[in-house]
């Protein structure tokens, strides 16, 4: 018998997702992967899989799945509503499950993208090197495409033994501070105060946003120039301005050239952040410099870090769902957090 | 977008962009030139073979180089420093080059716009087709969608602005042309660009060894089939064939 998990309903959009499909854009094959690299690799940890490993990346409600294994360990990250043969359960730690289990996965009060880990992964192939899914060019993934009610996902492993693990805390709260990049490469196609009123505008995520990008409503600004450049590379991040004068941020399902200039680019460390913003959502950009986004980077990989280092497994004697409230692990912005921010350096 | 001729060759001076805190963009250029395109090429290749630690691929385009990097690993200084010293001062001699010949069937339902095109420039379609597939064109970039090859050589007289409305869906395989571009397609996509036919081969095949047919550099001459000859050649692309043809000439 095959072990699988059956997707009851897998919400409005969900894919499968890895760190991506890296080194095929010179051919025109996109990235794609996970929005929040940095929650999957949490899902991925808590499991024990190599964090690159592939997982469900779900939007706004995660669903509904059913054990068909005999034994399967599971983890979801991300503060949404799960419940585990109708009984409430904590996100942010792994639980063991057996056959016939249900796990629904609802809403979040400010979550956006969540994730679903399970150990050993999923049974799906590798394609290019990645078994993430790009819905637009059908690669990756199940057929290519989001994933379907009354479809099974095949896992590759037997649950392991031992502990399952848990992070020592369920507050991983996104933030709508400031989105941080760098200027270029087509800064120059702006006057100064374009790019001035870039910095000040305060923009809405329009709902017509996905994966590939999200269109920012709000004041439009004009180039120098034509709207038009002859087309180059596009690096995740980038904020391009489009014939409406509208920025539109490329993001993990980006193509891999355009024609439009692009005024900045989102700093690395603030790619995760941006997948946790909703449609209407306010969105405001500061400038930061090539060393500034350096030690930003070093920071929020040091955070990361040390929140792996706290990964423990759960004690035996506890019941697990009563997981103490701590500080904000992911941006570490909390008080008692000195130190561990990722937003400082500006 | 301009083309310069031939004759007026840029000077390889480039600029180092940032494109992020993971991206740096090699900029030759801002035009769409043979000579530029070149130079970028050689570069690309330069990078490469050099294995930088830290880079994670290189993007070539009409104009310039992005080449991805972790920084973490190299950061954007000793990265420029390191790119600086590769940068060509003129493309390679052009050795082992690739020139593909691919069969289109041009009009009716495989290329609808080609009737369009003839009027738009008072020209017979035979006339259109003769000039399409008597140009030699050269792979700039791929780029837009996995395999979608960027072609330049489009004679002048084809030249066509883009659609005001763009099209939501066009059949894999379009040969087309928008501005002074040309273009392959590999899977069904929107576009603006005016669709002049179609080919059999798939540019894009997961099932090959090497799943991308065309590379940036290489040439490309359009061979017209009829439809019946479209058919039988689809039916062996189906099945996992190539069936378009190259030589390398040194």
């Known amino acids: 018998m095959i072990d699988a998990l059956i997707i009851g309903d897998p919400g409005p959009f969900a894919t499968i997702q890895d760190l991506g499909r890296h080194g095929y854009q010179r051919f025109g094959v996109p990235v794609s992967g996970a929005m929040d690299g940095r929650a999957l690799r949490l899902a991925n940890r808590l499991v024990g899989n190599d964090e690159a490993e592939a997982g469900i990346e779900f939007t706004l409600v995660g669903g509904r799945y059913e054990v068909a294994a005999e034994r399967c360990r599971i983890a979801v990250i991300g503060d949404?509503?799960?419940?585990?043969?109708?009984?409430?359960?904590?996100?942010?730690?792994?639980?063991?499950?057996?056959?016939?289990?249900?796990?629904?996965?609802?809403?979040?009060?400010?979550?956006?993208?969540?994730?679903?880990?399970?150990?050993?992964?999923?049974?799906?192939?590798?394609?290019?090197?990645?078994?993430?899914?790009?819905?637009?060019?059908?690669?990756?993934?199940?057929?290519?495409?989001?994933?379907?009610?009354?479809?099974?996902?095949?896992?590759?492993?037997?649950?392991?033994?031992?502990?399952?693990?848990?992070?020592?805390?369920?507050?991983?709260?996104?933030?709508?501070?400031?989105?941080?990049?760098?200027?270029?490469?087509?800064?120059?196609?702006?006057?100064?105060?374009?790019?001035?009123?870039?910095?000040?505008?305060?923009?809405?995520?329009?709902?017509?946003?996905?994966?590939?990008?999200?269109?920012?409503?709000?004041?439009?600004?004009?180039?120098?120039?034509?709207?038009?450049?002859?087309?180059?590379?596009?690096?995740?991040?980038?904020?391009?301005?489009?014939?409406?004068?509208?920025?539109?941020?490329?993001?993990?399902?980006?193509?891999?050239?355009?024609?439009?200039?692009?005024?900045?680019?989102?700093?690395?460390?603030?790619?995760?952040?941006?997948?946790?913003?909703?449609?209407?959502?306010?969105?405001?950009?500061?400038?930061?410099?090539?060393?500034?986004?350096?030690?930003?980077?070093?920071?929020?990989?040091n955070a990361f870090n040390r929140l792996c280092d706290k990964i423990a497994p759960l004690p035996a004697n506890r019941p697990g769902d009563a997981v103490p409230l701590g500080v904000n692990p992911i941006s570490g912005v909390a008080a008692g957090a000195a130190g561990d921010g990722d937003y400082d350096g500006e | 977008m301009t083309i310069r001729s031939a004759t007026a060759a840029p000077q390889p001076v480039c600029r180092f962009l940032p494109a992020g805190d993971t991206g740096l963009t090699v900029e030759f250029g801002d035009v769409i030139d043979e000579h530029l395109n070149r130079l970028v090429v050689t570069f690309d290749r330069q990078v490469r073979q050099a294995d930088i630690p830290g880079v994670i691929e290189t993007i070539p385009s009409y104009r310039s180089l992005l080449?991805?990097?972790?920084?973490?690993?190299?950061?954007?200084?000793?990265?420029?420093?390191?790119?600086?010293?590769?940068?060509?001062?003129?493309?390679?001699?052009?050795?082992?080059?690739?020139?593909?010949?691919?069969?289109?069937?041009?009009?009716?339902?495989?290329?609808?716009?080609?009737?369009?095109?003839?009027?738009?420039?008072?020209?017979t379609t035979g006339d259109v087709i003769a000039l399409h597939s008597g140009a030699l064109y050269r792979v700039y970039m791929i780029g837009f969608a996995p395999g979608f090859s960027y072609l330049g050589g489009l004679p002048a007289a084809l030249r066509t602005p883009r659609r005001a409305d763009p099209?939501?869906?066009?059949?894999?395989?379009?040969?087309?042309?928008?501005?002074?571009?040309?273009?392959?397609?590999?899977?069904?996509?929107?576009?603006?660009?005016?669709?002049?036919?179609?080919?059999?081969?798939?540019?894009?095949d997961l099932r090959r060894d090497r799943p991308f047919l065309l590379d940036v550099g290489d040439l490309v001459r359009f061979v017209p089939v009829g439809a019946a000859e479209f058919e039988r050649l689809d039916t062996l692309a189906a099945s996992g064939e190539i069936v378009a043809e190259f030589e390398v000439t040194r």
């Open chain 2, 67 to 123: 080449v991805l990097y972790e920084p973490q690993v190299i950061g954007a200084g000793a990265l420029t420093d390191r790119l600086r010293a590769l940068v060509p001062d003129h493309p390679d001699d052009q050795k082992d080059i690739r020139r593909w010949q691919i069969p289109v069937t041009y009009g009716g339902a495989y290329g609808m716009d080609l009737d369009f095109i003839a009027k738009s420039h008072d020209l």
């Open chain 2, 167 to 204: 099209r939501l869906t066009t059949p894999a395989g379009s040969v087309s042309l928008g501005g002074e571009q040309a273009a392959v397609s590999s899977l069904e996509l929107p576009s603006g660009w005016h669709m002049l036919g179609r080919t059999p081969v798939r540019t894009f």
């Open chain 1, 80 to 301: 949404f509503d799960l419940s585990i043969d109708g009984k409430p359960a904590a996100t942010c730690r792994a639980h063991d499950l057996e056959r016939g289990a249900l796990v629904t996965i609802g809403g979040s009060p400010r979550w956006v993208r969540g994730y679903l880990a399970v150990a050993g992964g999923f049974d799906v192939p590798l394609v290019l090197g990645s078994r993430s899914t790009h819905t637009r060019s059908r690669l990756g993934g199940i057929d290519g495409q989001t994933l379907r009610a009354g479809q099974l996902l095949n896992l590759r492993a037997p649950a392991p033994s031992g502990s399952p693990c848990m992070l020592p805390s369920r507050s991983l709260m996104p933030d709508d501070r400031p989105i941080r990049v760098i200027f270029g490469p087509q800064q120059d196609h702006f006057s100064d105060r374009a790019a001035g009123q870039f910095l000040t505008n305060t923009y809405q995520v329009n709902p017509r946003s996905d994966r590939m990008g999200y269109r920012l409503d709000g004041p439009p600004i004009a180039p120098l120039g034509d709207y038009n450049i002859v087309s180059d590379g596009i690096a995740p991040g980038s904020v391009q301005i489009a014939g409406n004068g509208r920025p539109i941020l490329l993001l993990a399902d980006r193509q891999s050239t355009g024609g439009y200039p692009k005024i900045a680019t989102v700093i690395s460390a603030d790619l995760p952040r941006l997948a946790q913003f909703r449609p209407g959502q306010e969105v405001r950009f500061i400038a930061v410099s090539l060393d500034q986004a350096a030690a930003i980077a070093d920071q929020a990989r």
